[in-house]
């Protein structure tokens, strides 16, 4: 239904209003507008693909389906699909039973394990891939150690590594969205089960994962589309992914092989879109819950062991790589001030403002985006939403690649300017975005809209009154996640950065690039901190004891 | 990370070499303090390259007594002669560039161009145009660098910059390949007006897309031609694929002349170490598809594979060794160069093959922008990259080959014009995909 003015309501027409308020507080279909202008957002992060067709189109047939049968192609596709599957399974196995840990159960130091466990997410991949390779690499620190005792080290190199070090540092995806949903579920439905003298496994089992289910779908599909995503990790653990072949062929300038690649792996993230959209969220209410970390289970001597899974989790997912970084702090010689390697100040500042800036524009596109998908129950949400998750696992240097085409042939003027460059971020990052809000619309209770334009508020006054306020958390969370990706963002950040203008990740890259590991210590240390302080926004939004 | 790129980050597989350090994850010796260190000379004394010292003679001190001094056997002579005798400088009193207070603009000398170390004790007289002899910059240049210029390039700018007043360079930089795919992308709309690349072959694909404008041949006459096809880019410094070999271990006239001999010799079977996955390598393994065929190439690397070990890159296969972990490897020159630098005791010597792809010299270059409407400028700043100065600076704190003849390497190595690489047009070793997949059928990569 149409939004209308919100003319007054006059005496005789309230009674017929009222009655199809209540008509539309059941379906609670968004405007038209709210429509067109999520559609808008929609179609404007999936033009990059455009030009992944353009520059496909190059590619005769004949060789495109060559490439496409290669033996190597299928290989590639059999590694790709596998280390999602395995991250994917890794992320959820850990990141749940961690979220009910820290939010049911009354396990000491539970605000300090909640942080400590989502902090990995900050540490960008490519510095994690570092910090276990020099810890269990060949001659690596462990190795090292364990050399003179007879033990050897399994190779750190390959699916396992490469499986590992990404388990490491995005399972916290499905942590902080089970943790949300654990928040925001009612514990007097577990109570009442409990009373029925079911045990908690059971009543975890029936009432519970029921209602976190979209809240770990979530988690999983972000987890997922990263992992299909991330070039520094396979990189560096060598193993032959969608990113890394992708990668190759753009080093041999092959960029319309690289394309079609691009294109296989877009395929591979519809498959993934559509696996979510089955065990997707339902249109389930929420019953407006208050927050709540109410233990519901005692750990009694359980807290022992479950204390020692969470120690060893945050020694493998932060200590490892902080301690790496610090030692390399320790361990670079003298700094030198020569220009073009000295770390300068300036570069932290200019990483926090382009991400702040970032995480406020994806916000906002992100907001019609979710709220028209959230409320509508029409196919139309999905086809809206679905798209957006595109450029989320687009590989960031062919989605710079596209925005340099398109920058220089019809935007010449923002070109190699920080818009553009903010525009990447929004398509890279939107689904984060909106995975937050859409989860938070979906937990307004309808009835209080409805209640609101009952007493005569326009549908946008009511918006902003009643929807924006309650879905307040959910927007601050998903800006939050987008300023910590956008800090560590890396290949779209070095192709569409303004000359001139550099940032905590290219001044770790250039230096890493030239081998001074040392130099990289201080900004890889010092983007950490800036991002943990967001990952604290995060948390504190969606738990007010924290 | 850096690699790559990669990138999110580069250092991996294909990451792209450089010309300088390379990533040294383990960073057991620091091998880099000494060449990135900007020192001044620790005796106080202003060199400014005028010095007259006897050409050729081994900067560590006299070549080994008893060598035979003739063509053929130069390959086999220990060219890094011990530097024990070499007085180390230490650290105490640096000055950054950064930091160090110049006077007026045009009051920078000599000195500041060169690199300190062990390996830069003194220096025979550079024939080259000096920087005073050329026209002056002025203006604003935006620099495209490609690969991990590791601040040196940038540094050298800046030295540019403190001499012009009313010059600025603005650099842009990415991956080599990175940046040639965005000047490719960007086509005529580029905002760069020259592209400065550690890799002959990116610049190869950008003037072959007709991007780039020949230089003047004025600007680039002290360059040999081979580093220079049709002047659509020009060298500005060069590596040498090299045999880093243990002095304990093997003797000199135990390394082939050949690259292709490698399999059937006992240095090989005493343990052998490589980089597959190192930019440079495959560079190598490019050059010798090209040079002798892809099934040759692929049994050398079958044979190769059965004894070799593998390194992450070729800084620490040159350190492994001089640790003694391997009897010889396969590197770019350099790297020998920098692990002497650090650890002048190190049993470690090079040796250069002849004529094949183990001889191949690549090179960093530089390239005019056709779409810029600065190419007057752009051209004087490449005349500047060739200079004595910036060559003695690429010379002395890159430890790469100088591109113009007028100035010899460092580390008693032979002349540029005394290595006998193979004649292979360098932007041939941009066909990289068909030795990529050789490597993997082997199961080398």
């Not at chain 1, 991400?355 to 028209?372: D, H, K, S």
């Not at chain 2, 404008?213 to 020009?234: G, Y």
């Not at chain 2, 640790?323 to 020159?333: L, P, R, S, T, W």
Request: aromatic share 8%; charged share 15%; hydrophobic share 45%.
């Amino acid at each position: 239904m149409a939004g209308d003015g919100g003319e007054p309501a006059s005496g005789p027409g309230r009674l017929a209003r009222l009655r199809s308020l209540l008509r539309e507080g059941e379906e609670g279909e968004p405007s038209v507008a709210v429509g067109l202008l999520a559609a808008a957002v929609s179609a404007a992060v999936l033009s990059p693909v455009v030009w992944l067709f353009l520059r496909a189109a190059e590619v005769g047939l004949a060789e495109a389906v060559s490439l496409v049968t290669a033996g190597n192609t299928f290989t590639v596709l059999t590694n790709s699909v596998a280390l999602v599957a395995v991250v994917t399974g890794a992320s959820v196995a850990l990141g749940v039973p961690l979220a009910v840990l820290t939010v049911q159960t009354d396990l000491p130091f539970r605000r300090f394990w909640t942080v400590a466990v989502a902090l990995p997410l900050v540490v960008p991949s490519y510095v994690g891939a570092f910090a276990f390779v020099s810890a269990f690499g060949p001659r690596g620190v462990l190795s090292g150690v364990l050399a003179p005792l007879g033990v050897s080290v399994p190779t750190v190199y390959g699916f396992g590594g490469a499986a590992l070090v990404l388990t490491s540092f995005v399972y916290p995806y499905v942590f902080l969205t089970t943790r949300a949903s654990l928040l925001s579920f009612d514990t007097t439905q577990l109570e009442a089960a409990r009373t029925l003298d079911t045990g908690y496994w059971a009543a975890f089992e029936r009432v519970v994962l029921p209602q976190i289910a979209p809240g770990v779908t979530a988690g999983a599909l972000l987890v997922a589309l990263y992992t299909l995503s991330d070039f520094g990790t396979p990189a560096i653990m060598h193993f032959d992914t969608f990113t890394r072949t992708i990668f190759v062929e753009l080093n041999t300038f092959a960029r319309s092989n690289a394309t079609l690649l691009s294109l296989q792996l877009l395929g591979v993230t519809a498959v993934i879109l559509a696996l979510e959209s089955r065990v997707g969220p339902g249109e389930a209410d929420g019953y407006g819950a208050s927050s709540s970390t109410d233990t519901v289970v005692e750990l009694g001597y359980w807290a022992i062991p479950a204390t020692l899974l969470l120690a060893a989790v945050v020694i493998v997912t932060l200590g490892l790589p902080v301690g790496i970084l610090g030692l390399w702090l320790v361990r670079s010689g003298p700094g030198y001030a020569a220009g073009g390697l000295g770390f300068e100040w300036q570069f932290g500042l200019n990483s926090a403002v382009v991400a702040a800036a970032a995480a406020v524009v994806t916000t906002l596109a992100a907001v019609p985006v979710a709220y028209y998908s959230g409320r509508t129950s029409s196919w139309l949400g999905s086809l809206i939403e679905r798209p957006t998750y595109v450029g989320y696992a687009m590989p960031g240097v062919v989605l710079g690649l596209a925005l340099v085409f398109f920058g220089t042939r019809y935007v010449p003027g923002l070109y190699q300017t920080l818009p553009l460059l903010i525009f990447a971020y929004v398509v890279r990052f939107l689904p984060q975005a909106i995975g937050a809000t859409r989860s938070s619309v979906l937990g307004v209770d309808r009835a209080l809209v409805g209640a609101a334009r009952t007493l005569g508020e326009s549908p946008r006054r009511a918006f902003r009154r009643v929807t924006l306020p309650l879905i307040a958390p959910g927007l601050v969370a998903g800006a939050a996640l987008v300023f910590l990706t956008t800090m560590k963002e890396l290949p779209a950040t070095l192709i569409l950065q303004p000359a001139g203008f550099n940032t905590l990740v290219t001044y770790i890259w250039r230096v890493q690039e030239a081998g001074y590991y040392g130099q990289a210590a201080l900004p890889a240390l010092v983007l950490v901190v800036i991002s943990s302080v967001s990952m604290l926004v995060i948390l504190r939004g969606e738990d007010t004891d924290l | 990370m850096a690699h790559d790129h990669t990138t999110d980050g580069t250092v991996d597989g294909a990451h792209d070499e450089t010309t300088e350090e390379t990533p040294n994850m383990h960073d057991t010796h620091d091998a880099h303090d000494d060449t990135a260190e900007e020192t001044r000379d620790t005796d106080g004394e202003t060199t400014d390259g005028d010095q007259t010292r006897p050409q050729g003679l081994n900067l560590l001190g006299s070549p080994k007594s008893g060598v035979n001094r003739d063509e053929t056997s130069r390959s086999r002579r220990r060219f890094l002669a011990a530097a024990g005798s070499a007085a180390t400088v230490g650290l105490a009193g640096c000055a950054g560039l950064g930091t160090q207070e110049s006077g007026a603009s045009g009051q920078v000398a000599f000195s500041d161009f060169r690199g300190s170390g062990r390996l830069v004790r003194s220096r025979p007289e550079i024939d080259a145009p000096r920087i005073a002899d050329l026209p002056d910059l002025s203006g604003e240049l935006t620099v495209y660098l490609g690969g991990g210029e590791g601040g040196l390039y940038r540094s050298l700018m800046e030295l540019f910059e403190r001499i012009y007043d009313d010059f600025t360079a603005v650099p842009s930089a990415g991956g080599t390949a990175e940046q040639a795919n965005k000047l490719l992308t960007e086509q005529e709309n580029t905002p760069a007006d020259v592209f400065w690349s550690v890799d002959a072959g990116s610049l190869s694909v950008v003037a072959d897309e007709g991007l780039t404008t020949a230089l003047s041949s004025e600007a680039v006459a002290d360059v040999p031609s081979e580093f220079r096809p049709d002047n659509q880019w020009v060298g500005t410094a060069g590596r040498a694929r090299a045999v880093p070999y243990n002095t304990d271990q093997v003797s000199a006239d135990e390394i082939p002349d050949s690259v292709m001999d490698f399999p059937d010799s006992p240095a090989v079977a005493s343990g052998f170490g490589w980089a597959p996955t190192y930019g440079a390598f495959q560079a190598f393994v490019t050059a010798m598809r090209l040079l002798e065929g892809d099934s040759a190439t692929r049994e050398w690397l079958g044979q190769m594979q059965s004894t070799a070990t593998e390194y992450p890159d070729e800084f620490l296969t040159s350190n492994a060794v001089a640790d003694g972990e391997i009897a010889a490897g396969f590197a770019n020159h350099y790297y020998a160069l920098r692990v002497r630098d650090a650890r002048p005791d190190a049993p470690l010597d090079l040796a250069f093959t002849r004529g094949g792809a183990g001889a191949l010299i690549n090179v960093a270059g530089a390239a005019l922008l056709e779409p810029s409407d600065q190419t007057e400028l752009a051209e004087t700043f490449v005349r500047h990259l060739l200079s004595a100065e910036a060559q003695e600076f690429f010379a002395t704190r890159t430890f790469g080959y100088p591109t113009v003849e007028g100035v010899p390497p460092v580390g008693g190595l032979p002349g540029i014009g005394e290595l006998d690489p193979p004649s292979l047009n360098l932007s041939r070793l941009s066909d990289l995909e068909p030795t990529l997949e050789l490597m993997r059928d082997v199961g080398v990569l």
